[in-house]
């Protein structure tokens, strides 16, 4: 069973190399976006199981997302990611799921 | 009281891709043990040895302090920030990766190995506009001595990052002691022996072995060794 994660960056090269890595395993289903719009929306359409917030969200526009995708899912998993697609990301993950 | 956390070197988790062998103190890529993410914010601390000629093609970072520092041999680094720099031993390389930054690193000689540490820490606030820099350290004034190379302040000695951390490098005769006080409250301590045997807070460490201690305002050390080596890495407890 594929985990289905979305991730949300500003950084468009970032979330071109997330896209790569999240789907390379098979047991991840990776989206990832780079607007708050398209985060809202694909938490609408999708199934998430966790989602990962990166780089160059500013503390305002996170606090409304937080409150946004979790009035939508209330047991959806939000966490920091960290590195920009480095070698935290499996660790980051597991960690949240587990 | 005073607490510790100990990671025997042979406990680190290890990752032999030929031209890359190298060890993780913390979880990192495919390594995952739940017991080894972070002491405070400490996240990273990688022991790469990397063959002659080959490195880490461009890839990006974001909000992370990034702190290099060669043991042997030297690193060829270029950004997209425009930065293109050989860092050698008795240097140091820091890059604030913040709002987002490239880089690629590789070993500068080709007949050489190099042996690297890559150290992370969680930085104090998030999306900051990245920066680089690099120093060439005086290496005779750390020996019998905590020779500072890092700390927050621009105008302090060795180079600076975001975020409430001290670091430290000393190469010490046998027999030496002293006691390293802790420079901020709150703040812990992760030794890392580079080479040699030493004896921190009680604890006997060989090389590549690392202490953890916090819930203290100082640390008693001593070199059982002649030459022993040691970064100490003084670094706030809670994540930010």
């Known amino acids: ?98 | 009281m005073s607490q510790f956390i100990l990671h025997k070197e042979n406990t680190r988790g290890h990752a032999n891709h030929g031209w890359l062998n190298a060890h993780h103190s913390f979880s990192f890529a495919n390594y995952y043990n739940p017991e080894r993410m972070h002491f405070g914010v400490l996240r990273v601390l990688n022991d790469d040895l990397i063959d002659g000629g080959m490195g880490f093609g461009s890839h990006p970072h974001d909000n992370m302090e990034i702190i290099t520092i060669p043991l042997a041999g030297a690193i060829a680094h270029k950004d997209s920030m425009g930065n293109s720099a050989v860092i050698k031993n008795g240097e140091i390389q820091v890059m604030s990766a913040g709002t987002g930054v490239s880089h690629s690193e590789f070993n500068a000689n080709a007949g050489e190995q190099l042996n690297l540490l890559q150290i992370w820490l969680f930085p104090n606030k998030k999306n900051v506009t990245p920066r680089y820099d690099q120093q060439t350290l005086d290496v005779a004034a750390r020996h019998n001595n905590f020779q500072q190379i890092l700390s927050p302040n621009a105008d302090d000695a060795g180079v600076w990052i975001h975020q409430d951390a001290w670091f430290s490098l000393g190469n010490f005769d046998e027999g030496f002691e002293t006691e390293y006080k802790i420079k901020k409250a709150g703040n812990g301590v992760y030794a890392f022996v580079i080479s040699g045997e030493v004896t921190i807070n009680g604890q006997v460490l060989s090389k590549r072995d690392g202490l953890g201690v916090w819930d203290t305002d100082s640390i008693s050390f001593k070199a059982n060794t002649a030459g022993a080596e040691v970064l100490l890495m003084d670094i706030p407890m809670e994540l930010n």
Request: charged fraction near 20%.
């Open chain 1, 1 to 98: 069973m594929q985990t289905t994660i979305l991730y949300i960056g500003r950084d468009t090269e970032i979330t071109v190399v997330m896209n790569r890595l999240l789907n390379a395993r098979p047991e991840w289903k990776g989206i990832c976006v780079c607007t708050d719009d398209e985060a809202i929306e694909i938490c609408q359409t999708h199934e998430i199981d966790l989602v990962l917030l990166g780089n160059g969200i500013d503390a305002i526009c996170e606090k409304a997302l937080r409150a946004k995708l979790t009035g939508l899912k209330p047991n959806l998993k939000i966490i920091q990611h960290y590195g920009g697609g480095s070698g935290l990301l499996y660790g980051e993950i597991m960690s949240a799921l587990n």
